[in-house]
């Protein structure tokens, strides 16, 4: 109601002062003289007023179309340095030199140049406090900034507090090179577990890609067996059921089996997986704790139609320790023939123990030059 009021007396003193001056007009026009440089103007003086008046507010109008056009190119290069910014992050380096382009079309950005400063000092001592300020006034470049801090975590091998960082900032995981760092950074702190869960949902892994990581996570695993920290069956769970059953994988539990003392147990996933073709990790039954002769025995029924350089040396080096020469000779041989490096150091060994000298001799220098049979 008051507001009303206010508009209605408002509204009065307009017609008021209109009535006042068009009475002033009507009454008493006025003369005025404009002289310029020779040249003279007559007219009233309510048209020169009007005159001045508009010219007034042509230069207001010309003064703030200048303002407004600097605010929006301002606001055009800080709208565009974010999108070259993010756009880098993510690895879209087209769009962030378009981006880059129009920021200089624009006249330039000030939050560019202390972003760039921010990029290249991470080894300051005096980061962190730069990090904070720049957090601060620019609160719309956080991911950019934290990616930073991020970078500045893996530098320095703090994983911990790298992989922190990943977990409560959901958006650092688009970041191709952080997520890549963020895995490292899993194995290097042993969380497999977390490990397979993030290459089983990264949908845009090439599969040689995947296979790499979870071998990554089998050799970590291979150095963590035993540990108390360490439950494998678990990790078994996390993983897709298809990897579940590579050799890799099973070898682990292998490998668990034989350090819980369960020989036997062992002994029988080995044979299920040599029967399916996986000759590649015979290797495994050296390390198993039962008769080398129950072993061998095993493995010769096999009798693989092309034996690879492994199964080759794990009879090799089982006939060794059941001192059958001949047979250990023959199976390094081939072993060696296929160009690997252990059979034949095995193999020269064996040659100096049978008092073959003169192919010894011809076998290590082979060795030692890198002169390795050539493979069909």
Same mark, same amino acid.
């Given at each position: ?9 408002? &509204? ?5 002062? =209109? ?36 010219? &007034? ?104 507090? &790298? ?85 890799? &994988? ?79 000779? =023959? ?46």
């Amino acid at each position: 109601m008051k507001r009303m009021i206010l508009w209605i007396f408002l &509204f009065a003193l307009l017609l008021i002062l =209109s009535g006042t001056l068009a009475h002033m007009m009507a009454t008493d026009p006025g003369v005025a003289m404009i002289s310029w440089n020779g040249f003279r103007v007559d007219t009233t003086f309510w048209v020169a007023v009007g005159i001045v008046l508009l010219a &007034f507010v042509v230069v207001l109008i010309i003064i703030f179309s200048i303002i407004l056009a600097r605010h929006r190119s301002s606001r055009s290069a800080k709208k565009e340095t974010l999108i070259a910014l993010n756009s880098w992050l993510v690895g879209d380096d087209d769009r962030a030199l378009k981006a880059l382009t129009r920021v200089a079309r624009a006249g330039g950005s000030e939050q560019l140049p202390e972003a760039v400063s921010l990029a290249l000092g991470l080894s300051h001592g005096d980061w962190m406090d730069r990090y904070e300020s720049f957090s601060k006034k620019y609160p719309k470049m956080k991911r950019f900034a934290q990616s930073l801090l991020a970078e500045r975590f893996w530098q320095l091998q703090n994983y911990s507090d &790298f992989i922190a960082l990943m977990r409560a900032e959901k958006g650092l995981h688009e970041i191709v090179w952080l997520k890549e760092r963020y895995w490292d950074s899993l194995l290097a702190e042993g969380e497999i577990i977390d490990l397979i869960s993030q290459v089983n949902n990264s949908n845009n892994l090439s599969p040689e890609a995947r296979q790499q990581w979870y071998s990554k996570a089998v050799e970590s695993l291979l150095h963590r067996l035993g540990s108390d920290e360490l439950d494998l069956q678990q990790v078994i769970k996390s993983l897709p059921k298809a990897q579940r059953k590579q050799p890799q &994988f099973v070898s682990l539990e292998i490998h668990q089996l034989m350090q819980n003392g369960k020989q036997d147990a062992a002994f029988k996933r080995i044979k299920n997986m040599l029967s399916e073709g996986y000759f590649a990790n015979a290797e495994l039954l050296l390390d198993l704790d039962i008769e080398n002769s129950q072993k061998l025995n095993y493995l010769e029924t096999l009798k693989p139609s092309q034996p690879d350089a492994n199964f080759c040396r794990t009879i090799g080096v089982l006939s060794i320790r059941q001192q059958l020469w001949g047979n250990a000779q =023959s199976w390094l041989e081939k072993g060696w023939a296929q160009g690997d490096r252990t059979c034949g150091l095995r193999l020269a060994e064996l040659y100096e123990q049978r008092n073959l000298n003169q192919q010894a001799t011809k076998l290590y220098r082979q060795l030692a030059t890198n002169q390795f049979p050539a493979v069909e």
